[in-house]
């Protein structure tokens, strides 16, 4: 069974910085990825990446957030700059597997940007 395991979220002010890490049980997922969800809304995709190094983020974290994926040691990272009250969320570990393409999440993880 996969497991996802987040870690790197808090609290942070207006402006600030985070990185959130996320850990997998498995390897030679095609896909890994950050998704968030805010109180009252759906959740949504904030930045995945292949296994081709491919990468695709949400528009309104273009050019603030960067993710990246360490395949060897089956790590997702997103890099979170100039941090904004609406990116309060629960952030969500994604992994998707190849073949049946089977798709996994992580328990979530608190970031919360406030003054």
């Known amino acids: 069974q996969v497991q996802l395991v987040e870690s790197g979220g808090g609290l942070v002010q207006p402006g600030g910085s985070l990185r959130l890490s996320c850990a997998a049980s498995g390897s030679g997922f095609i896909v890994m990825g950050w998704y968030r969800q805010a109180p009252g809304e759906q959740r949504e995709m904030v930045a995945v990446?292949?296994?081709?190094?491919?990468?695709r983020y949400a528009d309104s974290v273009k050019g603030r957030f960067t993710i990246s994926r360490d395949s060897v040691r089956n790590m997702v990272y997103l890099r979170m700059n100039s941090l904004k009250q609406e990116d309060t969320a629960v952030y969500y570990c994604?992994?998707?597997?190849?073949?049946?393409?089977?798709?996994?999440w992580g328990q979530g993880i608190q970031v919360t940007v406030s003054s």
């Open positions: 990446a292949t296994h081709g190094a491919n990468t």
């Open positions: 994604y992994a998707k597997t190849p073949g049946w393409g089977h798709e996994y």
